[in-house]
């Protein structure tokens, strides 16, 4: 099945602890990007990936890093956590960019105390 | 800067009467635009999306959009609407000139009453 995994689906942690976030894709797609998603906001982007070993930043990246590796795997690093990081993160990717249809995660619910 | 605005957060609609999604948008050169759903517990799924061509866009499970250029609106809509169609539903545009990034309005819920 077609599909983006992402682990864990939910995360209670503490300030300052770093934290990995993992996504996993299975179709191949050169194109990966991670949002936030905070109520009235709707979702923003944070990084995202036009293909291995090549990221950017979206429109909120401060405080996070990722890195592409592997053409299937796009994790989300959080190295000092902080409480306005509490948030639902998707994992999203897409054949080749943004035009085109991009497939979800099903989410994860970070909490920073 | 490129920006999408849903007016509406909560649209109320009876199930089989037609319903209006609204979505207006602003950024640089042509817009490509989309439409996201997001049931409850669950990622977004594509809806549609107009990048070029007829302004009338067909998509999933019988929503269409129609972008108008003058008013700088892509409103999503559905004849007849079904109590399954309720969720939250997000609007999404970038440019073709500019900042390359996809920029989603804050969402409107949907929720159609038997």
Avoid at chain 1, 54 to 75: A, I
Wanted: aromatic share 12%; net charge positive.
């Amino acid at each position: 099945e077609a599909q983006v995994t992402q682990n864990p689906r939910y995360l209670i942690t503490v300030t300052g602890k770093k934290l990995t976030v993992t996504c996993s894709q299975n179709m191949n797609h050169e194109y990966m990007s991670w949002y936030r998603q905070d109520p009235g906001l709707g979702l923003r982007q944070i990084y995202y990936s036009m293909n291995v070993e090549v990221t950017d930043k979206g429109d909120v990246p401060e405080g996070y890093k990722v890195s592409r590796k592997e053409k299937r795997n796009f994790p989300l690093i959080l190295e000092s956590p902080s409480p306005n990081q509490t948030s639902l993160y998707f994992c999203a990717s897409s054949l080749r960019g943004l035009l085109d249809e991009q497939y979800f995660g099903p989410g994860t619910r970070l909490t920073v105390t | 800067a490129q920006s999408v605005a849903q007016p509406e957060d909560q649209v109320n609609v009876a199930e089989g009467n037609p319903l209006t999604v609204k979505c207006t948008y602003s950024v640089s050169g042509n817009p490509y635009l989309f439409w996201y759903v997001q049931y409850p517990n669950r990622g977004l799924q594509f809806l549609l999306k107009y990048i070029t061509g007829d302004n009338l866009v067909k998509g999933s499970y019988g929503f269409e959009a129609e972008f108008n250029k003058s008013q700088t609106s892509f409103h999503l809509k559905k004849p007849s609407a079904l109590v399954s169609d309720s969720a939250l539903y997000f609007c999404a545009v970038r440019g073709d000139t500019g900042r390359r990034a996809l920029t989603f309005g804050s969402g409107t819920r949907l929720q159609v009453q038997p």
